[in-house]
């Protein structure tokens, strides 16, 4: 897809409109009726052109681009979507403009689907109005299916959101437990309602009051956590706060590379949803395996030189390894270089054709970071 964004116009001015927009706005491709296009070939902008039904036109739109933006009325664009609406995480965002340009209104996946953000963005660019209905925004607080969206955080499952952003809007009171990943959070211009409390453990969290819950962590929940969260809609997100130093013999498979992280991690109680990468020495930088695997994740693969993983302190430095490889270990400082000097988790594992180490990044800051954004 070379475009995010559609733009559909239908009447004269809603045409002039939608071209301006295509020039200010980058990834944007204007859609034109035919009836009028051609009385508006002074204006500039590339433009394309269709005669049949908008009805029509929208399916593929819909399939096709990240957003839609109609230029034509609210309720034509509510009568045009609904057949092809599916759920947040799969609609496009969708944003109406009056073919006056006097308002730029978020419509549909305003959180998920961006369009929220975007409607602001365009009602800068066409000095309109934006008109935002989501209750969070109304308020100025975070939104609970975007928590993190910007660092690469993943909400273990949806099911819960409702019920804590019902929680969070009503004012109701919501606890909030963040054992990792990074602290400044909450998005720019909001703020921590009264009614939200950080946590500094599990146990804290259960003696709250609370009617929801958001829990920030890289471990697998056990069953006192479980227990702690029974009866509370409470949305878990796994910030990318993990890091894998992994060496193996040349020519090792992805598969027994991925059997051997998937096995470290659950014997560590970790979360794969918070990795964010891989960590190796430059000469391993080639190896099919390790390059597969990070494509199917989509981790980063971090290469150091022997120089660089000589620098960091070893207990068990390897002359075995220093021979086949100039550097006196490998996985381990691997990990710790990747993580900027922070928590090791496993210090070295072999299994197999590989050996495996596992870092926690340590993003700095405190609770008064969040606090106070």
Known sequence: MASKIAAVAITRNGIRLALKLGGLLADTEVYCYAKYSGELGEIPGERRIFDGPVKELLPGLFRRYEAVVLFFSLGAAVRLMAPLLEDKRHDPAVIVIDESGKHVISVLSGHLGGANRLTLHIARLLDSRPVITTASDVQGIFAADLLGREFGWQAESFAPMKGVSAALVNGEPVAVLQE?????????????????????????????????????TDRLLDEADAAALRGLPAAVYRPRSLVLGLGCNRGTAAAELEAVVMETLAELRLSPLSVRGAATITIKGDEAGLLELCRKFGWELNLFTPEQLNTVPLKQPSAVVFKATGAYGVCEPAALLASGGGEL?????????????????????GREETENE
């Open 180 to 216: 990792a990943g990074e602290m400044g959070w909450l998005p720019a211009g909001a703020v921590l309602p009264e009614h939200v409390r950080l946590c500094g453990s599990m146990a804290e969290l259960q003696q709250q009051p609370c009617r929801a819950a958001v829990v920030i």
């Open 345 to 365: 988790l496993l210090a070295k594992k072999k299994s197999g054709n590989v050996t495996i180490a596992v870092a926690r990044i340590s993003f700095g800051g």
